[in-house]
């Protein structure tokens, strides 16, 4: 099944006892302060974004239990050398008109090689950052289609009786790594974007535009489980 990337922002932390009881959770040998740098990650929330999607309050409490342990990496390379960090604890946290915030608290040791991305976070020039998910169901607002099973004729961002349709990304099975990059990922490959965003919009009395989004569909899986493929082989 194929992940979807969301664009995040990298926010300030601080590290008291407490936070270090849980990060020396996952290290092999107790940590001092002096020895990691954390930032936080405003991964998620709630909110329609600008791809019409939106994560259920469910799915982030699901998100923040997967993703505790999780490495954040560079640019989505799954390769060794490009781990930076790991997410040591995650919460969901309630703001003003319903917003519910995923948010990821990271760290990294304080090494000569982590020096520079280091500066680069604290003087505010790296700051952006992309979750991969898998998600099961992908629920169209308008008529409730699971678009990972059936592909619905409502298309985000487009008014249908008075209502705006988006998708619900729910049930969350995985979650994979986050990545710092220079340019946030969009959500990209799957069935939505296949389907949505692969051309142009299919004719209403069409016979053969569901069997192409299907086409693609497939070809999307291959592409993925090649990747994962050739990432256990590493």
Same mark, same amino acid.
């Given at each position: 099944?194929?992940?979807?990337?969301? %664009?995040?922002?990298?926010?300030? /932390?601080?590290?008291?006892?407490? &936070?270090? =009881?849980? $990060?020396?959770?996952?290290?092999?040998?107790?940590? /001092? =302060?002096?020895?990691?740098?954390?930032?936080?990650?405003?991964?998620?929330?709630?909110?329609?974004?600008?791809?019409?999607?939106?994560?259920?309050?469910?799915?982030?409490?699901?998100?923040?239990?997967?993703?505790?342990?999780?490495?954040?990496?560079?640019?989505?390379?799954?390769?060794?050398?490009?781990?930076?960090?790991?997410?040591?604890?995650?919460?969901?946290?309630?703001? #003003?008109?319903?917003?519910?915030?995923?948010?990821?608290?990271?760290?990294?040791?304080?090494?000569?090689?982590?020096?520079?991305?280091?500066? =680069?976070?604290? %003087?505010?020039?790296?700051?952006?950052?992309?979750? %991969?998910? $898998?998600?099961?169901?992908?629920?169209?607002?308008?008529?409730?289609?699971?678009?990972?099973?059936? $592909?619905?004729?409502?298309?985000?961002?487009?008014?249908?009786?008075?209502?705006?349709?988006?998708?619900?990304?729910?049930?969350?099975?995985?979650?994979?790594?986050? %990545?710092?990059?220079? $340019?946030?990922?969009?959500?990209?490959?799957?069935?939505?974007?296949?389907?949505?965003?692969?051309? =142009? #919009?299919?004719?209403?009395? /069409?016979? /053969?535009?569901?069997?192409?989004?299907?086409?693609?569909?497939?070809?999307?899986?291959?592409?993925? &489980?090649?990747?994962?493929?050739?990432?256990?082989?590493?």
């Amino acid at each position: 099944m194929e992940q979807i990337r969301k %664009s995040a922002v990298l926010m300030k /932390s601080a590290i008291d006892e407490q &936070e270090m =009881a849980l $990060i020396n959770q996952h290290t092999l040998r107790e940590l /001092s =302060a002096d020895e990691v740098f954390t930032f936080k990650l405003a991964a998620s929330n709630n909110q329609i974004d600008r791809d019409w999607e939106r994560f259920t309050d469910a799915a982030l409490e699901k998100m923040a239990e997967l993703y505790v342990g999780k490495p954040v990496i560079r640019n989505h390379d799954w390769k060794h050398g490009c781990q930076t960090a790991r997410v040591y604890a995650a919460n969901v946290v309630a703001a #003003d008109g319903g917003v519910k915030q995923l948010i990821l608290r990271c760290y990294m040791p304080r090494t000569e090689g982590n020096a520079e991305t280091i500066t =680069a976070i604290e %003087s505010g020039v790296l700051r952006e950052c992309s979750v %991969s998910v $898998i998600v099961k169901r992908v629920a169209c607002s308008v008529c409730g289609a699971n678009q990972r099973e059936a $592909i619905c004729r409502h298309f985000p961002g487009r008014i249908y009786d008075g209502v705006t349709c988006h998708f619900d990304l729910d049930d969350v099975s995985d979650v994979y790594e986050v %990545s710092l990059v220079a $340019i946030p990922a969009n959500a990209d490959a799957g069935v939505v974007k296949a389907k949505r965003y692969g051309g =142009a #919009d299919p004719e209403p009395d /069409s016979q /053969s535009w569901q069997d192409k989004a299907l086409l693609e569909l497939e070809k999307n899986r291959f592409v993925m &489980e090649g990747q994962n493929n050739e990432t256990e082989t590493d």
